[in-house]
Every structure is written in structure tokens, then in C-alpha cells.
């Protein structure tokens, strides 16, 4: 992040412990990062408020994963950027094994036509350009 300083960025979690954790990061010097207890699902950002909106090994923990996607897509200007676990993991958090069929299931029932898929070792990894989206 320090790369890029001149880059704005908000971060949504449920968990505070992890808000917590980024406003430190704040605190140490990196003041173009904002972080907010908030779901994802409820669209708490008017929609084209961002340029690019990440969900960085986050879907496959969220219940209503389509609903994040909608949100995610509304919000986004330009881009969405998605990686997901490509295989089956022993974390019992993972409640979702997101396949790139499932993927483009999701993205394209959320309006999106272009989707770019590539992978790396255990991880699938998507950027879906929004600007095709309603």
C-alpha cells in the first residue's frame, strides 16, 4: 500500500477485531486506507462509488455470496476483482466451494458479460468488468 499512496481504499469487514486491526494500520502511517464495520450484502456504498471493488478470499465465507456479488458489482465503476479457493480445504470457515461455472453463474446473473479467468496454486482468480453491468 505504501506503493501506491496516492491510491484511496475503504475496507468492509463483520468482524470488528479485524477493523480494529486495519484503523491501526491507519494509525501507523497509512492514511489513505479506511476500514468500516459493515456487510457487504447490504450495499452500503451508493452504486459506481468505486473504481475497482476487491473480494480477496472473502466469498467463499459469506452465506449470501450472490448477494456480495450484486453489491460488489453495483458498487464498482470498473472492475471487480475476485480470488477464491480453487479446491476443497479443511478451514471450517470456507462454506462455499465458488467453481468458475458457479463464478459465472453468480457475475452474470448480477448483469456482467466479461469475465476474465486464470488461475494460481489452490486459487481461482476472476476480474469481471462492471462497466458491462447495469
Known sequence: MKEFSWVKMNSLDLLEKRVTFLNELVDGGLGQLHAEQKNICQQPY????????????????????????????????????????????????????????????????????????????????LVAAAGDCP
Open 46 to 125: 451508493p452504486d459506481h462509488s468505486f473504481d475497482v471493488v476487491t473480494l480477496l478470499e472473502v466469498l467463499e465465507h459469506i452465506p449470501e455470496a450472490e448477494k456480495a456479488v450484486a453489491a460488489a458489482v453495483r458498487m464498482a465503476k470498473q472492475y471487480v476483482v475476485v480470488t477464491v479457493p480453487s479446491k476443497p480445504d479443511n478451514n471450517p470457515e470456507h462454506i462455499h466451494l465458488l467453481t468458475k461455472a458457479r463464478l459465472t453463474e453468480m457475475f452474470g446473473a448480477a448483469g456482467c458479460t466479461r469475465l476474465h479467468f486464470d488461475g494460481v496454486e489452490g486459487h481461482l482468480f
